[in-house]
């Protein structure tokens, strides 16, 4: 069953079965794999992409769900100026260190800035903690929101 999504800009038809995961569809049928898998059960935010411009756990979002609504990737994050300024903000400050969570990281980021342009410690805390990161590079990761936020200003 051929599904309809705007990914990244993009119309784009799918052979997925509508209970597929949106994350597989990105990542198997789309050849998108920016997105990363995590859990699995939408508790530690690596598959984190916007559907609608909002943050969704895309392990455990039906690819079904979606349909018609406009879908970014980590892929297409950049084509915004917040999300440029995210993207800048972690390379100067040199957040990542393993990497593999970061594509959520910068997702969740960028739905908050877009939402919040100037957040306080205590919002990025709160629209951050859905997001784990092994490597504990949260410090890094709230200074780049900051530094973001200033860019955008």
Same mark, same amino acid.
Request: aromatic residues 4%; hydrophobic residues 40%; charged residues 15%.
């Given at each position: 069953?051929?599904?309809?999504?705007?990914?990244?800009?993009?119309? !784009?038809? &799918?052979? =997925? @079965?509508?209970e597929?995961?949106?994350?597989?569809?990105?990542?198997? &049928?789309?050849?998108l !794999?920016? #997105? +990363? $898998?995590?859990?699995g059960?939408?508790?530690?935010?690596?598959?984190? *992409?916007?559907?609608?411009?909002?943050?969704?756990?895309?392990?455990? #979002? @039906?690819?079904?769900? *979606?349909?018609? +609504?406009?879908? !970014?990737t980590?892929?297409?994050?950049?084509?915004?100026?917040?999300?440029?300024?995210?993207?800048? =903000?972690?390379?100067?400050?040199?957040v990542?260190?393993?990497? $593999?969570?970061?594509?959520?990281q910068?997702?969740?980021?960028?739905?908050? &800035?877009?939402?919040?342009? /100037?957040?306080t410690?205590?919002?990025?805390?709160g629209?951050?903690?859905?997001?784990?990161?092994?490597?504990?590079t $949260? *410090?890094?990761i /709230? =200074?780049?929101?900051? /530094?973001?936020?200033?860019? &955008?200003a």
């Amino acid at each position: 069953m051929a599904i309809q999504l705007e990914i990244n800009g993009k119309q !784009t038809a &799918l052979d =997925a @079965p509508g209970e597929m995961p949106l994350l597989w569809a990105l990542r198997d &049928l789309a050849n998108l !794999t920016g #997105t +990363k $898998y995590g859990c699995g059960m939408a508790l530690c935010g690596a598959c984190t *992409v916007h559907v609608d411009g909002a943050p969704v756990r895309a392990c455990v #979002t @039906p690819v079904s769900s *979606v349909e018609g +609504k406009p879908v !970014t990737t980590i892929e297409g994050v950049g084509n915004d100026a917040v999300g440029r300024a995210v993207q800048a =903000a972690w390379q100067e400050l040199d957040v990542v260190q393993c990497g $593999y969570c970061q594509s959520g990281q910068i997702m969740s980021a960028a739905a908050l &800035l877009r939402t919040n342009p /100037r957040p306080t410690d205590e919002d990025i805390d709160g629209a951050m903690s859905g997001n784990a990161c092994r490597c504990a590079t $949260y *410090v890094r990761i /709230r =200074a780049a929101i900051h /530094r973001a936020a200033q860019a &955008l200003a």
